[in-house]
């Protein structure tokens, strides 16, 4: 298993590469999530001034056209991407190349046994998850039983934030975002959850900086050997 700090895109993504860029760190995962294809093509000449070598592990946006897939693979080794349902978004074009590569997300929707069936499997969000047993246990219930059933494939972590995600207008508390972590214990839930339920590749989706999210990093290896 590998938990990845990752590059995410919601805030200052430029930051991120200069600070891994000074680290020196040659792996991450990336969540080009805010990007359009011109702004994913400035991050992809930023990278090549630091000394990444792997990016093992890509959230795919609708508009990454199989060309760029195929970069991603051939100059960063990614290994295994994801992607929401296509009840939230269109599939990326021609990602049906790549659909052993590729794992279902849980999002807003309830897993749909049939798409997880054509595709790799299931990328486990886990704060998603933590919120669907808050306020959709419905939901909750079904995803558990094709988790048990089908394993994991890759996963995503987050802050446990006390709001829903699947509210139209989400209120957090003052200076509060639902991807930055604003203390370490928020990382604690993760213990509600077997082991088995951690994947391959388990990505950081912090806003957070680098260096906090391998803070983060150490923090959740401590919690995977007791889980």
């Given at each position: ?144 039983k094709l988790i048990e059933k089908y394993g994991c494939g ?57 260096k906090e999210q391998l803070e983060a990093k150490n923090y ?8």
């Open positions: 298993m590998e938990i990845l700090p990752a590059i995410t895109t919601i805030f200052d993504w430029q930051s991120k590469v200069e600070e891994i860029k000074k680290i020196g760190l040659e792996e991450v995962a990336l969540f080009p999530t805010c990007l359009n294809p011109r702004e994913r093509g400035k991050l992809y000449d930023l990278l090549k001034g630091t000394k990444i070598k792997k990016i093992p592990f890509v959230h795919l946006r609708s508009d990454m056209a199989k060309d760029e897939i195929y970069y991603l693979i051939k100059n960063y080794h990614t290994r295994v991407f994801n992607m929401h349902t296509k009840r939230e978004y269109p599939y990326p074009p021609d990602c049906q190349e790549y659909r052993d590569m590729i794992y279902i997300e849980n999002t807003y929707d309830p897993f749909d046994e049939k798409e997880i069936q054509e595709f790799a499997g299931i990328c486990l969000d886990f704060a998603h998850l933590a919120n669907s047993k808050i306020f959709k246990s419905d939901m909750y219930s079904h995803n558990i890759c996963n995503h972590v987050a802050p446990a934030k006390n709001y829903s995600i699947f509210e139209k207008e989400v209120k957090l508390s003052e200076g509060q975002h639902a991807h930055i972590l604003d203390n370490l214990s928020e990382l604690d839930y993760l213990k509600e959850f077997p082991k088995k339920y951690f994947g391959k590749f388990v990505a950081l989706e912090l806003e957070n900086s680098i959740i290896s401590g919690i995977i050997k007791i889980a």
